[in-house]
Each structure stands twice: as structure tokens, then as C-alpha cells.
């Protein structure tokens, strides 16, 4: 398998997700701006998100996909087919008591994550009304996230990575054909997420089908929990699930944190962190996706040059483009905010404070990226011990920054503790994959980062100067001409640190690899 080619159609894949969600914000900041209500709807829309991250993208991918593959080459067909079966099981029936539990629990579970909402009642009862409508999300999601487990480690990356261009296309036709029926608009929202939700499910059945492998659910747990199998994912997942809780119990407490400060910090930061996603997906998520399988089958051979090699590869992708996406989100946030966002209800002092939360979050954009890559050099050893080590003290570590941060940067400083204790996680995966000899860097690092660097202080310069003859704010009544304006700083930044590293001596061909 060409990683490099499979990394484009995967990236591919996630752009058109990214590009469909920066409309589905640029629809929603239009309608709504940042108020109370978004605030609500964003502080909801996290706890379905919270619960999907421990049950499907996190812990349960990082503990099953290791194992699946090594069902799947090892064990045969029919022992694979039993173990998607009774971890389909097994999910179901938990998710649907999670369900039952949240919507019966949701004013405790809003309290928890944004105890600032209760000053607005209004707010609050309303984030409480959505996250009702909003948790059977979970179950689609943990189906999905099973679904796309399966789709990968037989490597079908596409379809897993386009589906949540799904649950962006419902905002976008909530927002645009529905919301202005309701009579509470903002509740459009919370129906589109759970419309999303199955959609996504139902696009994955159809490949599925095609490889065998569509999940056959049945009614006997105890069967299902009896698997020997099952049990080994089980028992991955109580780490692999705290791992995820750590890093979401920052989030909730950042949550928290923000509904408390002025109106409109939440919403913001959620508009920023957007915006974030689009490098995060298209390079983190995206390599991090097609890495885990083939690490995982890289162990099962005990090959472990080609388990450095892959881990190399990702790094210096890591770095090639990530760095300058990085260096965008700071010296363009202004630019992109405008150019995205500000129009309808979104005013200036939007612009501003979203400006300042992306440029918090540019800083610790390479370490949240690299996450995604050093953490699955310990999940497809099936070590999830580690990373729930490091973890825990990035989370101690997080909360002091905010006592620092906060009182000088306000809801930016949020960001900006999330982003340095993400560089401050991938360090510390880093130096274990390093000291454990499980990662050895190949030559010509230091050129390459010498290179890279020059290129950098040239993208800055060049994104700076240019966007400087722009009056970014100004042009509100002009969108054509502002994107028009945004494209050109873009092409230009693009051109001028592209053209810089082929003229240092880099090629395209030297990142392409072959996995075996």
C-alpha cells in the first residue's frame, strides 16, 4: 500500500469535511453570532461529543483496531467475523443504557460542564432541552466508529473519512431551511446532529456488505462479554477509556471555566477550535488513521524497522506541514476570521476574540497534530498504560497554565493552555518512544529541520506583509473581494514557502513510502 497516495485520498476526504463544516460555522455565526443561545447549543453539542470520544474515536479505536488486525492476520475469517459481532454487542447495549441515563440526567450533566449557564435560565434550559435531543448521537457514532475500525484495518480509509461530511451537510440545510421555521431556532441544531448521526451510520453498511464484515448485534451479552476476545478489548479500554477522560475532564473543566467568563467565550472558542480542525483533520486525523493498522500489522510481524520507519514518515510530514499551517493560524487569524465568520450576527468584537483564541491555539498546533501520531506508536503495541500516564500529568499541567493564563489572555488563555500542554504531551511520547528504542530517528534530521525553519520565517514574513494591505474588518460588504483577498495572501504565503524548500533541496518523492 503507497502510503503517500493513501494519505492524499484520505486527506482528500477530510478536507471536503473540513471545508462542509467551515461552512456549516460560517452558516451558524451568521445566524446566531455568539450569544447565550450558541453558547448553549455548543456546551450541549459537547457532551454528546465528550461520551463519543471515550466510547468510539478514542478509547474503544485505540483499543479494538490493534486487535482486530491481529484477528485478521492471524486468526482467520470466521474468529474475526465472532469478535465484530460480540463487540457489537457489547456496544449497543452499553450505549443504549448511557443514553437512557443521559436523558434522564441531562440538567446534572449541563450543570457539570458549564455551571456559568445557570445565570442565563433561559440558556441553561435550553442546553439541557438539546442535550436530551442530542444523546442518541452516541450510539450512531460508537456504530460508526465500530464501522470504521473495521473499514480500516482492512484499509477502506475513504468512506470512514468522508462520512462526517454527513453531519455538516445537515447543519448547513438546518440551518439554512429549518431554523427559520422554529420557533426556537437554535433547537435546528440539536436536531441535525442526531439526523447526522445516522446518516453516518448508514453510508458505512453498504462497504460493509462488501467485505464481509457488516456487525451482526444480538441479544446475548453475557455470550458476547464471555469472548476472549472481547475481554482483551475490555481490558484496553479501562486505560485507553482514562486516557480520553483526561483529556476530556480538561476540556469539561475548560468548558466550565469559560461559561463563567464574559458571554460569548464558549461560542468563540468553538469557532476558533474549528477552524483548527481543518490542519488537525486533514494532517493529524488523517495520518493517525492510516498509521494504526500499519503499526498494528508491523507488530504482529515483529518487524521493527519498518515500525520505526512508518513512525518516521509520519514525523517529517508532521513537521513539513503542519509548522506552516501553525504559522498561518497566527499571523492570518484576523484575515480568516473576517473572511469566514463576520457577517449576519457576527460583529467585530467576534472577529477579535475568535482572533485571539486561533492565534492561542496556532501556537500548540504542532503538538496536538503530533499526538495524533506518537500516541498510536504506543496503541498498536497495545500499551495504553503510557499514554495514560503522560496524560494525566499534561492534565495537572494544563490547569496550572490556566491559573497563569487566564487572568491575562481571558478565554484565549484557554486555548493557549490546551495547545502548550499538547506539545508538552507529544514531548513526553516522544522521549518514551525514543527511550524504549522503539523509535529511531533516520539521518538527515537536522538539515531538514534547518530548511524547514528558514522556510518558516519567510511564510511569516511574506503572510504578514501581504495581508497588511488589506482592510479585513472594512470589507464586510464586500465578501467576494475579502475571499478574493484571503486566497491571494494564501496562494502567495504558499508559493513563496513551497518554492523555498524545493529550492533547498527538498522533493515530493522523498516523503512518498510503501507500506508492506
Not at 13 to 32: C, D, K, N, P, Y
Not at 239 to 245: E, G, I, N, Q
Request: aromatic residues 10%.
Amino acid at each position: 500500500m503507497n502510503l503517500h497516495r493513501t494519505l492524499a485520498a484520505v486527506s482528500g476526504m477530510t478536507m471536503v469535511s473540513r471545508v462542509t463544516g467551515l461552512i456549516r460555522e460560517f452558516l451558524i455565526a451568521r445566524a446566531f453570532g455568539a450569544s447565550v443561545y450558541t453558547d448553549a447549543f455548543f456546551v450541549a453539542f459537547r457532551i454528546p461529543n465528550l461520551l463519543r470520544r471515550l466510547f468510539a474515536e478514542g478509547a474503544f479505536s485505540q483499543a479494538f483496531v490493534p486487535i482486530l488486525a491481529e484477528y485478521k492476520n492471524k486468526q482467520g475469517e470466521q474468529a474475526t467475523r465472532g469478535l465484530v459481532d460480540h463487540v457489537a454487542t457489547i456496544l449497543i447495549w452499553t450505549l443504549l443504557a448511557t443514553c437512557v441515563l443521559g436523558i434522564l440526567g441531562a440538567p446534572v450533566v449541563v450543570y457539570l460542564m458549564a455551571a456559568g449557564l445557570k445565570s442565563e435560565a433561559d440558556a441553561f434550559g435550553i442546553a439541557v432541552q438539546m442535550t436530551r435531543i442530542m444523546f442518541p448521537y452516541i450510539l450512531f457514532m460508537s456504530l460508526v466508529a465500530l464501522a470504521g475500525g473495521i473499514l480500516n484495518t482492512w484499509r477502506k480509509f475513504q468512506v470512514a473519512a468522508f462520512t462526517p461530511v454527513l453531519l455538516n451537510l445537515t447543519f448547513i440545510a438546518a440551518a439554512l431551511f429549518v431554523a427559520p421555521h422554529m420557533r426556537q431556532p437554535i433547537y435546528a441544531l440539536a436536531l441535525a446532529v442526531v439526523v447526522g448521526g445516522i446518516l453516518q451510520l448508514v453510508i458505512q453498511v453498504p462497504p460493509l456488505l462488501r467485505i464481509g464484515m457488516l456487525p451482526r448485534p444480538s441479544w446475548r451479552f453475557r455470550k458476547a462479554v464471555s469472548d476472549p476476545g472481547v475481554r482483551r478489548v475490555l481490558r484496553q479500554m479501562v486505560p485507553a477509556t482514562f486516557a480520553v477522560s483526561v483529556a476530556q475532564i480538561s476540556l469539561i473543566i475548560n468548558t466550565n471555566i469559560a461559561s463563567h467568563l464574559q458571554n460569548g467565550s464558549v461560542s468563540w472558542l468553538s469557532y476558533a477550535d474549528r477552524l483548527m480542525e481543518l490542519p488537525t483533520g486533514l494532517l493529524g486525523v488523517a495520518l493517525g488513521t492510516i498509521l494504526l493498522p500499519s503499526l498494528s500489522k508491523a507488530h504482529a510481524d515483529d518487524d521493527k524497522v519498518e515500525y520505526s520507519a512508518l513512525l518516521d514518515w509520519g514525523l517529517r510530514l508532521t513537521f513539513l506541514l503542519a509548522l506552516p499551517a501553525a504559522v498561518a493560524l497566527a499571523t492570518l487569524s484576523e484575515p480568516i476570521t473576517t473572511t469566514l465568520f463576520h457577517y449576519g450576527k457576527f460583529n467585530d468584537q467576534s472577529v477579535i476574540m475568535t482572533g485571539r483564541a486561533l492565534v492561542a491555539y496556532g501556537v500548540g498546533l504542532i503538538g496536538l497534530i503530533l499526538v495524533k501520531i506518537l500516541a498510536p506508536g504506543f496503541y498498536a503495541r497495545q500499551d495504553i498504560r503510557t499514554p495514560v500516564k503522560i496524560a494525566v500529568g499534561v492534565l495537572i499541567a494544563t490547569q496550572l497554565m490556566n491559573l497563569l493564563f487566564i487572568p491575562a489572555f481571558a478565554h484565549a488563555g484557554l486555548a493557549l493552555s490546551i495547545g502548550l500542554g499538547a506539545c508538552l504531551n507529544a514531548s513526553f511520547l516522544f522521549l518514551g518512544l525514543r527511550r524504549r528504542g522503539i523509535y529511531v530517528a533516520r539521518p538527515g534530521w537536522t538539515i531538514f529541520l534547518v530548511r524547514l525553519t528558514g522556510a518558516l520565517f519567510l511564510l511569516a514574513g511574506v503572510s504578514m506583509w501581504v495581508a497588511g494591505h488589506f482592510d479585513w474588518l472594512g470589507m464586510r460588504a464586500q465578501p467576494l473581494l475579502r475571499m478574493a483577498a484571503l486566497a491571494l495572501v494564501i496562494v502567495v504565503a504558499g508559493v513563496v514557502y513551497f518554492g523555498a524548500l524545493f529550492a533547498t533541496g527538498f522533493r515530493l518523492g522523498d516523503f512518498k513510502r510503501v507500506a508492506k
